[in-house]
């Protein structure tokens, strides 16, 4: 709701719905009463708005529009109402002004914000534009390029950076409210026709077309395939063509476009499904409710390869000390070098530079060959290669050192949490946290509990998960946990397509129109196929260690490609070797063109195989990898893996480049229809009697049966016994 106060001249209207003061139906009705009611008072001079408990406003309450009667069209008349008011409206800005919010404050004759307040316009996130005549008044207040960058990115500025723009009028460092109402005091009786941004022109641009051409073939690049950003731009665009109401009428009509698109919903269900993760719980009772973090003063990372030093970085910038330790001097020097390269060039993006980050200090960042120094430490990573002997070894031997409540993590992408915790006295303190690389930069932390990881051990690492400012998503034991498990069938349905007859930029070209960031070969190239086929040797699916005799495409009774195998055979390990899946410049080139070798290579391989080459076209493509990468999340899902499928969402939106404006993959088999996924599954599986990962599974099955319920309603199918934890 909102609060109306009348003190002295100022009438104070107070926006109120905890925690973010969402702009409700309900809101909205009372700012436009506590308006009017100012407005009739002759003795009220001026207006203030402000929020509820240091917060201007987040914006429209999102809830609100998948509502029957929708938000959409309440807002833009009273923020209008704001604007034609004939006494001064003052808005106090403080925590955040977003969204709507910012839009409410637009409105506004003067507006005032606390130095340490953000503002931005973020619609664009959820797949939405700024639909309350932002996109109309923004431009005229702040200029097209700043407007327009706001606008399309949805980012949040500072109230300096505010300032500098003149989206503010002042910033205060003391009392928000007492300035504002000061301000309204004195500009009682000045004339409001200039402080009305509806009146003002929009300042003019040199070459105003070109650069909106210029700057659309930005926005296009950077939306792929998700719709909002272009349509903020061309709401943006005929503020620069029309008059305001025009540019209102455009600006409405477009917002009706995104708010009636799949994807807008999409990106609103992932704003939520990220939150909702927080809510972590397990099987066997253990939640975010009832278990209390235990308080990381200080780290160790153990390794300091790839993922150990984004680690490193990672913790340096969330203010954590921490001690950084290698297996001897040599490997400690090069990876010493190499995180203070990263933390170089990351205290560079930040104000206040590496003194912030203070990693030059011992006593913060401390590299070392002793592990006696992990001794007082409250959390230790181990980031050592994938083996699980040499795992079991560093854990056995924290077990001995570190202090009895330590929490003993282990970075690792499939191997089992429960062998390497039985290596220890405390398998309670022993936990998977499974970081993607590079681990300074990727939002997700996989958080995995063992059989006997203690809730406070999981909440530790969910704590820790918020400090580097990272998703930490809670799931289960299992090989290749959600992420990778999931991924296993995707990527090995891209090689049997490449068998059939497909090529790697087809492949590749169809899930990145689809929306992925990289296809899965040029994925593969990135990483190096020496790491899978490292991997498959241990695994004794090729190499000396596979029996004489095994078919060339079949392991334990199951369809088999050995195409990666022969290509890392051929040296061909991806980047890193100038070829892998497609050719590149050099060694450690990053330009893949397709490479007339590989496609000779598969045309013999087909040939010695007896394939038939045919013609695959795109649907089939993303139906196969698409459809078993969801078919082995209803698999986990089933078995107690991970508590729901927002689970699976935010991990792969945030670790596997699943495009947000898509909803995750469980969100996506939701729009496409169970019926419809498990009907193709069923024809591939058909055809492909020996892939195990194309039959549908048992949870998928009996969702189609029951009617295809929405998605927040899947769990509620499981019966307690199917849960295998
Ligand atoms: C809009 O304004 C459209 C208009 O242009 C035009 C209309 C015509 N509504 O993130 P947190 C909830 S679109 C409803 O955990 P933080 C959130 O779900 C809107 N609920 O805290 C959570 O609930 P729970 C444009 C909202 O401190 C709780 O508040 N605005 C909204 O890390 C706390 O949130 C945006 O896109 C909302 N608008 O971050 C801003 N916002 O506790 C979206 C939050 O049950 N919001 N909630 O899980 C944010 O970016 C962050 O929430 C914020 C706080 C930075 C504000």
């Known amino acids: 709701m909102a609060q109306y106060a009348r003190g002295s001249a100022v009438a104070v209207i107070r926006l109120r719905n905890p925690p973010v003061n969402a702009l409700s139906r309900a809101v909205l009705q009372a700012l436009e009463d506590g308006l009017k009611k100012a407005d009739a008072d002759p003795s009220v001079k001026a207006v203030m708005i402000c929020g509820e408990n240091g917060k201007f406003s987040a914006g429209a309450d999102i809830r609100g529009f998948s509502a029957p009667k929708r938000l959409g069209g309440a807002l833009g008349p009273v923020v209008s109402l704001i604007e034609s008011s004939e006494k001064p409206v003052v808005a106090a800005i403080e925590g955040v002004a977003l969204g709507g919010g910012l839009e409410v404050a637009l409105g506004c004759h003067y507006r ?32 097209v390029p700043a407007a327009l960058d706001m606008i399309t990115t949805g980012k949040h500025i500072p109230a300096t950076e505010a300032l500098k723009l003149g989206l503010v009028d002042e910033i205060v460092e003391e009392n928000t409210i007492e300035a504002a109402i000061r301000l309204a005091n004195k500009v009682i009786g000045q004339p409001l026709g200039p402080r009305r941004l509806s009146l003002k022109p929009v300042p003019k641009v040199p070459n105003m077309e070109a650069f909106l ?41 477009l917002f009706q476009v995104l708010l009636s698109s799949g994807q807008a919903q999409a990106l609103q269900y992932a704003f939520f499904a990220e939150r909702a993760v927080r809510r972590w719980a397990t099987p066997g009772g253990a939640s975010w409710s009832s278990a209390a973090p235990q308080p990381v003063r200080r780290a160790a990372v153990i390794g300091l390869g790839t993922m150990g030093r984004g680690i490193v970085t990672s913790l340096v910038k969330a203010n954590i000390p921490l001690v950084a330790l290698e297996q001897d001097l040599e490997n400690l020097n090069k990876g010493r070098k190499a995180v203070m390269f990263l933390l170089e060039r990351e205290a560079m ?8 980050l203070d990693f030059h200090n011992p006593a913060r960042l401390q590299f070392t060959v002793d592990f ?43 191997l089992n949490i429960d062998e390497i915790a039985s290596a220890t006295n405390r398998p309670q303190q022993v936990i998977g946290t499974h970081f993607f690389s590079p681990a300074h930069v990727m939002r997700l932390l996989e958080i995995i509990y063992g059989r006997h990881t203690s809730p406070t051990a999981i909440a530790t690492a969910m704590q820790l998960a918020t400090a580097l400012k990272k998703v930490g998503v809670v799931v289960g034991n299992c090989f290749g946990f959600v992420g990778n498990r999931m991924m296993f069938p995707y990527v090995q349905q891209a090689v049997f397509l490449l068998e059939e007859g497909s090529r790697p930029d087809a492949v590749d070209q169809a899930l990145e129109d689809f929306g992925f960031k990289i296809g899965p070969f040029r994925m593969s190239d990135l990483a190096g196929l020496d790491v899978g086929w490292r991997s ?65 290579f598969l045309s013999q391989y087909r040939d010695t195989h007896g394939i038939q080459t045919r013609f695959i076209d795109q649907e089939e493509i993303l139906e196969r990898c698409l459809f078993s990468l969801i078919n082995e999340g209803f698999a986990i899902l089933a078995e107690g893996i991970a508590s729901g499928p927002e689970h699976l969402d935010v991990i792969y939106i945030n670790g596997y480049g699943w495009p947000k404006h898509r909803g995750g993959p469980m969100f996506y088999a939701s729009t496409v229809g169970l019926p419809r996924v498990l009907a193709k599954l069923q024809k591939y599986s058909e055809a492909h009697p020996d892939v195990p990962g194309l039959q549908p599974s048992a949870f998928l099955k009996k969702l189609a049966a029951v009617g295809n319920p929405p998605l927040k309603e899947w769990m509620s199918y499981l019966s307690q016994q199917s849960s295998k934890l």
């Open 112 to 143: 005032i914000a606390h130095v340490k307040a953000r503002m931005g316009l973020p619609e664009v996130t959820l797949g939405l534009l700024p639909g309350a005549e932002g996109t109309q008044r923004l431009p005229r207040l702040i200029g």
């Open 349 to 356: 993006k930040m104000e206040g530079g590496a003194q912030v």
């Open 372 to 414: 006696d120094l992990l001794r007082d430490v409250d959390l230790v990573i181990e980031a050592v290669f994938e083996n699980m002997a040499l795992k079991k070894e560093i854990f056995h031997k924290l077990s001995k050192i570190c202090k009895p409540g330590a929490l003993l993590c282990t970075n690792t992408s499939a």
């Open 213 to 253: 051409d210029e700057a659309l073939a930005k926005v296009k690049r950077q939306a792929r395939g998700c719709l909002a950003p272009e349509l903020c731009f061309q709401a943006v665009r005929a503020a620069t063509q029309s008059p305001f109401a025009d540019g209102v009428r455009r600006e409405r009509e």
């Open 536 to 600: 498959r040797k241990d695994q004794g699916l090729t190499g000396p260690s596979l029996p004489a005799g095994t078919p060339a495409r079949q392991r334990r009774g199951q369809r088999y490609s050995p195409l990666p195998d022969l290509l890392c055979e051929h040296g061909r390990f991806g980047q890193k070797t100038g070829k892998g899946w497609y050719l590149y410049e050099k060694a450690g080139g990053r330009t893949a063109t397709p490479d007339p070798w590989l496609l000779n």
